[in-house]
Nanobody, 122 residues
């Protein structure tokens, strides 16, 4: 059974940093693409970043690519999302997913974690 467990969220001030973790089990992690998506209050789900098994070049949402960094530790079966220079608009529930996609603001397919709340507020 695929399991994804996010952690690391919290309440921070604008400009602060957080590192989210996604611990995976139940599948061959090293050969899997893993993504982060987020949902702000009252807004649609949006894709944030993907780490690919086959390349060291991740992908990012334009609004985060100069502030966030995704990484993976295949030995620990964990994906990280380092979030720097956080802004209030980064507030939301952050989900990691294996094989899931975001289409028109909704999750489609794959397996998803339960999410971790990130709140950026002064």
């Amino acid at each position: 059974e695929v399991q994804l467990v996010e952690s690391g969220g919290g309440l921070v001030q604008p400009g602060d940093s957080l590192r989210l973790s996604c611990a995976a089990s139940g599948f061959t992690f090293s050969s899997s693409d893993i993504s982060w998506a987020r949902q702000a209050p009252g807004k649609e789900l949006e894709w944030v970043s993907t780490t690919y098994a086959s390349t060291s070049m991740p992908s990012y949402l334009d609004s985060v690519k100069d502030r966030f960094a995704i990484s993976r530790d295949n030995a620990k079966k964990t994906v990280y999302l380092q979030m720097n220079m956080l802004k209030p608009e980064d507030t939301g529930v952050y989900y990691c997913t294996k094989d899931g996609v975001v289409i028109r603001g909704s999750r489609m397919g794959g397996s998803w974690g339960q999410g971790t709340q990130v709140t950026v507020s002064s």
